[in-house]
């Protein structure tokens, strides 16, 4: 069974970064898409980015220019990097994963990322960034 395990969260203060790190395992699937969403307490989730298997990267406004979303294949681990965190960037973070043969899938409209049909999800880490 696919398996997506979040590393790397922690605190920092605004203007710092964070790499963030999700290791997968359990899959096959050649073609698929992955990504990172977040929920800010009180807030409902919303998509930060998302990265197809053919490389193509999408990315909400909100971080446009400050994250950076990759992947290491022969590790089957993903990553984000997030430079000039700001405040409003606390929240849990998850990894989500989506395999367009099992009905799953990502989109985006060009300002923000989404993620239906069936997909797989991480427990989350934490990110806290202080002004």
């Known amino acids: 069974q696919v398996q997506l395990v979040e590393s790397g969260g922690g605190s920092v203060q605004a203007g710092g970064s964070l790499r963030l790190s999700c290791a997968a395992s359990?899959?096959?699937?050649?073609?698929?898409?992955m990504g990172w969403f977040r929920q800010a307490p009180g807030k409902e989730r919303e998509g930060v980015a998302t990265?197809?298997?053919?490389?193509?990267?999408n990315y909400a406004d909100s971080v446009k220019g400050r994250f950076t979303i990759s992947q290491d294949n022969a590790k089957n681990t993903l990553y984000l990097q997030m430079n000039s965190l700001k405040p409003e960037d606390t929240a849990i973070y998850y990894c989500?994963?989506?395999?367009?043969?099992?009905?799953?899938?990502?989109?985006?409209?060009?300002?923000?990322?989404?993620?239906?049909?069936?997909?797989?999800w991480g427990q989350g880490t934490q990110v806290t960034v202080s002004s």
């Open positions: 990265r197809d298997s053919d490389g193509t990267t």
């Open positions: 989500a994963a989506a395999f367009p043969r099992s009905g799953g899938y990502c989109y985006s409209d060009g300002r923000a990322v989404y993620i239906g049909g069936n997909n797989y």
């Open positions: 359990g899959y096959s699937y050649i073609a698929y898409c």
